[in-house]
């Protein structure tokens, strides 16, 4: 049945687009403009990033960290949802990166993009959940007596993350009715650790809001080693940084929404501006009810937890953690979508071993079944192995995490500087619904070019400097590979005449999953 306001033309205009591109349209589509956004919104969960990594800017440097570094890491976020916004309306597809880098660039990019989105979205996953095992410990592992061991870790994630693969698996109706619940929790959420933070504060001291004070080495817990205080700020920026990403989740989903090519551009931009927003304003609240900031600083990664212990009554407490950790769980399943689909997307082009198989979408569910599975099951395993390992005393999952946002903010800049480039050729010829126009574009395209530096230094910064050496082997194994292999096998997305040729398949391909009505 049609979405209200989402016409028979409107439908036959999106999958017409999707013909254009040379694909199917196997996915259904269900997603309004509200639910394509309520997934990114749900991927960024700032009561999931914004919680779980507080002690970057409360062990850094201290109350400005939030009053000063959470907006200016928000903005750096902005910049790279505005150039892809952009290039998303251009491109509405399953995968829209890898499709973007193909496009602009040529067949090898696309496939490099592919690769780094791909690992990106497999290891955050793997740190989403386990972000949520370490708040779920937090909050109620005293109560329940559960002990933080690597078992207890694992049968958790195994629990969570099949059945964040489970919903996904039975269609994108349940999943979106989900994630729409989850956009209006963390709204909710957002606003009850506010309201509560500032009725437990003792006073609403706004200067520590811009106070700077050097928390870094025994004085912040150890969560950042002794830096100076441009560094320590600089640290910081971490937390909104790693917190507000995730938005290219509203383009991996393009083809189950409607009206993609203005929904998605909105619901990118869109996520983020209110995630920056509502995460300020219970981030804010948070620190005017900290009793100390010194004793705060002191706390590390379980600030959080021991501020609330020191304000908050155990009732209203206890309610707080529960809506904050059905957020984080439901951050999971959004995580899951995203990455299902960026594995379907590249597979339907032959990008990976078993393409065939992962693929394929089920008559029954229209969902790419054995992409969620395998989605899920890669994170899972690449937690458990991640945490056997240490490198130089520090655990391996620790670096690979820190590794996973810059290969993400890599797969972004990829397709960015390729658009900036490729705009007026006739690889990009014409703007879609969503027109900025070029001069705003490249500016947001050279600002993110400008934030990719910025977060590629401070992310290889210690504790996280073997993230150096992990980043440069990746590019220099990957050379390897498509040098030795993919660049004679790997043909990437259809072009040309390719399109034209394959619009029997197309017919078929809607046919065997019961696709009609355009």
């Not at 994630?157 to 698996?169: D, F, K, M, R, W």
């Not at 951050?331 to 339907?348: E, K, Q």
Request: net charge neutral.
């Amino acid at each position: 049945m049609a979405a209200p306001g989402y016409t028979d033309v409107d439908k036959a205009e999106d999958v017409k687009h999707l013909h254009s591109m040379g694909y199917a349209q196997e996915l259904e589509r269900r997603l309004s403009r509200f639910s394509n956004f309520a997934v990114s919104f749900s991927i960024i969960c700032i009561l999931s990033g914004g919680i779980n990594s507080l002690a970057q800017a409360t062990s850094g440097a201290g109350g400005i960290g939030i009053g000063i570094g959470w907006l200016v890491g928000c903005f750096i976020s902005l910049t790279f949802a505005v150039a892809m916004s952009q290039i998303s309306s251009a491109y509405p597809t399953a995968g829209g990166l890898y499709h973007w880098g193909s496009i602009l660039g040529n067949r090898g990019t696309g496939w490099v993009t592919a690769w780094l989105n791909l690992l990106g979205l497999i290891t955050v996953l793997g740190a989403i959940n386990v972000g949520t095992w370490t708040f779920f410990l937090g909050a109620f592992g005293p109560t329940l007596g559960i002990e933080g061991t690597l078992t207890n870790q694992m049968i958790f994630l195994v629990i969570i993350t099949g059945a964040q693969a489970l919903i996904n698996h039975l269609g994108i109706k349940l999943t979106a009715k989900l994630t729409d619940f989850s956009g209006y929790l963390i709204f909710f959420g957002s606003i009850l650790i506010a309201v509560v933070c500032l009725i437990s504060a003792e006073t609403w001291d706004f200067s520590r809001l811009f106070t700077f004070h050097n928390y870094s080495g025994d004085a912040g817990a150890g969560v950042w080693p002794s830096v100076s205080n441009a560094w320590v700020f600089a640290l910081g920026l971490l937390l909104p940084i790693y917190t507000i990403t995730g938005y290219d989740a509203s383009a991996h989903t393009s083809e189950e929404t409607i009206k993609a090519a203005s929904s998605v551009p909105r619901a990118m931009v869109m996520s983020v501006i209110w995630s920056a927003l509502f995460g300020y304003l219970f981030l804010v609240a948070f620190v005017l009810m900290i009793p100390n900031m010194d004793d705060a600083a002191k706390q590390g990664w379980n600030v959080f937890f021991w501020a609330f212990d020191q304000r908050v009554s155990p009732g209203i407490k206890e309610f707080v953690y529960l809506v904050v950790f059905v957020a984080q769980l439901l951050c999971g399943l959004a995580t899951v979508t995203s990455a299902s689909r960026m594995i379907f997307a590249f597979s339907r082009d032959g990008g990976l071993p078993g393409s065939a198989a992962l693929a394929k979408v089920s008559p029954t569910y229209r969902t790419p079944v054995a992409a969620i599975w395998t989605a899920s099951i890669l994170s899972v395993l690449f937690v458990w192995g991640s945490t056997l390992v240490s490198v130089a005393g520090t655990s391996a999952y620790t670096i690979v995490v820190s590794c996973t946002v810059i290969f993400l903010f890599l797969s972004f800049i990829v397709p960015i500087v390729l658009g900036m480039l490729a705009w007026g050729t006739p690889k990009w010829d014409k703007m879609g619904p969503w027109n900025m126009g070029r001069g705003v574009f490249m500016l947001f395209g050279l600002l993110s070019i400008l934030s990719m530096i910025l977060i590629f230094v401070i992310g290889i910064q210690p504790p996280n400097d073997w993230a150096l050496y992990i980043t440069v082997g990746f590019f220099i194994l990957t050379a390897i590979v498509w040098f030795a292999f993919e660049r004679n096998r790997f043909q990437g997305p259809p072009l040309g005449d390719i399109i034209a040729a394959r619009q029997a398949a197309i017919k078929a391909a809607e046919q065997a999953v019961g696709e009609t009505g355009h």
